[in-house]
């Protein structure tokens, strides 16, 4: 074991050393803590001593989202939650609850009753347990490669015999296979996309001190399928639970503590906050983090994500309020509801109650779409649909509706070659335009869902880039020997990232930062080159021309003389042709063209005068 385990350890020890029991719905004075007694030190060999390894799922294995379509919920009596919690719940699904015998089952049907739980929506599994943390030992879910819904049985890391053997007990009750992986872990560590990734904290790694993290990430991904990014501890203290500090809220946005800056874990959680934006989701973008500010016994982001409710643990603070909006806003569509109850800092509601996952459900697989510069196309979304229930899909409700504006119009999905996989086309549209989309689908079971799941209220979005737009001149003019600069001016009404880059450039000229710089040639040249303004998803090209002309040359062919003086003389007094440029003329820059300008030049070219000055551009 290593020292780094060993003090893991202690700090678990610490942690529930002297906790708080605080309400007659929440456990006797015998329930055992979330983390390890001094009692059960003496006993870490126990862990796993009657857990079953067996082969991993067939694959390809996809592992379930906490916000995916649950059938249930799985808690234990005596409850670790408040009654009116298990009411809220049983509204919607099954409760599942799991009780020692008939008699305790009779006490919990007799709580429920009276706290106004609705008992159609109840069942109970008759087992032994050691504690309520059902979502640290309970199942974890997963569809195997046939389609069918299962169980991952992980190795409970803590010496609770009775808890450990729960997920087989469920798979027995529920009639699905369990698959049991030998990899010792807890359910508050692990938080999953439904779209191959897993997120825990290095906890995993060591509890697991004979696997490198390799064996680690490998075990995850032959029972899980997932890739997994396992992150540094980022408290001090406690239990180590991902789900103590972080939350997936959906695959592209992850809901993470803040505390004051006098907290010693302060710099931890905005290191980690930052860290895990500049990672890429599974959709493709980088993860949006939501900030929500706990402060001391409060666990905000151990919440439980129940379909279309959230159910937050509040502490009757003020900042329970700001919790609940922070949650509304970057959920927006779902109920989201508050619980106060015996709530610690690194234990609350997300700990106590697991939901279970319908085996049955109609399953929607879509990478939303984003911002383009595509203008003249349609916009193809392709989603896989399956029916995990079997039933044959109704093909007319199979659609996308998206708005540009006020009111959504739909197009049909239509099936590709590729098994499950369908596709619609949504309308090409002008630059500038914001769409808002959703996708929709039902089956012969009855199961209708939408992608996202909650449909419109926080529908997937993108927009039509306005290209950026070169707007400077095209063309300059200037004299030999002169300091050149060019920066061009670009319009971007999207103000998105721009880049500029120059192509065929003189060797004249160079780049410094953004511009090019130099010194004109000593002869009269004509230059060119490209500049490329782009952003994302578009660009402009523009081409620049540089007329570079010698002062006094008034007939143009390239050599200050006499002929010059004579084409002035003509211009001026005969009504001969202009200079071209006309600047080229003004040998004196007086600002006129006259016989002056011939004087000057004749002047300069016999006489050693001063060099003609003329005009800028």
Known sequence: MTFHHLLFIAFLVLATVGTPLQSAEEPSPKELPIGLTGEEMTRLHEIGVNHINTAPPPGPVRACAEWERSSGVIIRYPLGIPVSL??????????????????IRTQAINTYTAGGVNMANTEFLIATTDSYWTRDYGPWFVFNGNGDLGIVDHVYNRPRPNDDLIPSKLGTFWSLPVYGMNLTHTGGNHMCDGLMRSMSSELVYDENPTLTEHQVDSIMMVFLGNE???????????????DCWAKFLNPTTILIKDVATSDPDH??????????ARMISAWGRPYTIVRVFCPAGAAYTNSLILNDKVLVPTI????????????????PGYEVLGFSGSWLDDDAIHCRAMGAIDRYMLYLEHTPLQTTGDTLNGYPVSVKIVAHSGADLIADSLKVFYQTRSTYQSVSLNPTAVADSFIAIIPAQSAGTDVSYYIQAADESGRVETHPLIGSAWAHTFKINHPPEVTSPSAYSSWTESDFHYLPTVIDPDDTLLTLSYEDVPGWLQRIDDSLVGTTPDSAVAASFQVIASDPFSSDTQTVTIAVYVCGDANADGNLNVA???FLISYVFKAGMAPSPVETGDANNDGNINVGDAI????????GGPAPVCPSF
């Open 564 to 566: 010059d003086a004579v």
């Open 228 to 242: 997994y990014a396992v992150q540094d501890y980022t408290e001090t203290s406690g239990i180590h639970h991902i």
């Open 86 to 103: 298990v009411a809220e719940m049983s509204e919607d699904v099954m409760i599942t609850t799991i009780v020692a015998s008939t008699t």
């Open 316 to 331: 009757g603070s003020t900042y329970d309020t700001t919790a609940i909006r922070i949650y509304r806003e970057a959920m």
């Open 600 to 607: 000057y030049i004749i002047n300069y070219v016999f006489r």
């Open 267 to 276: 710099v931890r959680y905005d290191q980690r906050a930052d860290s895990l």
